[in-house]
């Protein structure tokens, strides 16, 4: 079964968490702050990390970044903010999802449930899959894309995104449909999360941007032959 990191510096929503968590089966381990999440990621592998953005030493969102320089565990954020910059923030930093408190524990398992099984997927789908368009090389099975022989640094879900679209690639792709596939069941967010990842990722791409064509009134295509 997979274990869970919970990360909140109040003592009250991590039990409440803990205990919604074990109740399907998960192990979880707990951390009160962003310092404490970080350490415990350098030295165990988690399927998932459920974090709080305020805690004190090192918030949410750094803790967020510093874990992903060397491990890509997918990230659910909690928040008392729920604006849509904060939630843009977030997933341009690499979190698959966020959260906004007050919320329903059973909510947040199903999301729990949906995240861990996309993620499954995802690396089951993965074997095998490389591609190569003029310099660019995707690399779906290592998670890694090369601009002209030189790595790109790019957030989690800039990969899933353009993994996507190179899987699909000469396939018309709509807005909606790149949410329900690359962030998956009901998500929270707009036509304007997609846009903004398409833009990081082309510059992430470079010149090789000129591969995701965009799709006025629709979405998005990676063209190529």
Same mark, same amino acid.
């Given at each position: 079964?997979?274990?869970?990191?919970?990360?909140?510096?109040?003592?009250?929503?991590?039990?409440?968490?803990?205990?919604?968590?074990?109740?399907?089966?998960?192990?979880?381990?707990?951390?009160?702050?962003?310092?404490?999440?970080?350490?415990?990621?350098?030295?165990?592998?988690?399927?998932?990390?459920?974090?709080?953005?305020?805690?004190?030493?090192?918030?949410?969102?750094?803790?967020?970044?510093?874990?992903?320089?060397?491990?890509?565990?997918?990230?659910?954020?909690?928040?008392?903010?729920?604006?849509?910059?904060?939630?843009?923030?977030?997933?341009?930093?690499?979190?698959?999802?966020?959260?906004?408190?007050?919320?329903?524990?059973?909510?947040?398992?199903?999301?729990?449930?949906?995240?861990?099984?996309?993620?499954?997927?995802?690396?089951? @789908?993965?074997?095998? /899959?490389?591609?190569?368009? $003029?310099?660019?090389?995707? =690399?779906?099975? !290592?998670?890694?894309?090369? &601009? #002209?022989?030189?790595?790109?640094?790019?957030?989690?879900?800039?990969?899933?995104?353009?993994?996507?679209?190179?899987?699909?690639?000469?396939? @018309?792709?709509?807005? /909606?449909?790149?949410?329900? $596939?690359?962030?998956?069941? =009901?998500?929270? !967010?707009?036509?304007?999360? &997609? #846009?903004?990842?398409?833009?990081?990722?082309?510059?992430?791409?470079?010149?090789?941007?000129?591969?995701?064509?965009?799709?006025?009134?629709?979405?998005?295509?990676?063209?190529?032959?």
């Amino acid at each position: 079964m997979a274990h869970i990191l919970i990360v909140d510096d109040e003592v009250n929503i991590r039990t409440v968490v803990r205990e919604y968590a074990e109740f399907e089966g998960y192990d979880v381990t707990e951390a009160e702050n962003g310092m404490e999440a970080v350490s415990l990621c350098h030295d165990n592998d988690y399927d998932l990390i459920i974090m709080d953005v305020m805690m004190p030493r090192l918030d949410g969102y750094s803790a967020c970044k510093e874990i992903h320089k060397t491990k890509n565990i997918p990230v659910i954020m909690l928040s008392a903010r729920g604006e849509e910059y904060d939630k843009l923030f977030g997933f341009e930093i690499g979190v698959d999802d966020y959260v906004v408190k007050p919320f329903s524990p059973k909510e947040l398992m199903a999301r729990v449930k949906v995240v861990l099984k996309r993620n499954k997927t995802a690396g089951d @789908a993965n074997q095998m /899959d490389r591609y190569t368009f $003029e310099g660019l090389e995707v =690399d779906i099975s !290592g998670r890694e894309v090369y &601009v #002209d022989g030189k790595k790109a640094s790019m957030t989690p879900k800039e990969y899933d995104l353009l993994f996507y679209l190179v899987r699909n690639k000469n396939i @018309a792709l709509s807005r /909606d449909k790149l949410l329900e $596939e690359v962030w998956g069941y =009901d998500f929270f !967010g707009d036509d304007r999360t &997609v #846009d903004t990842h398409i833009k990081m990722l082309r510059n992430s791409l470079g010149e090789y941007r000129k591969f995701i064509v965009t799709l006025r009134g629709m979405g998005y295509k990676f063209e190529a032959q």
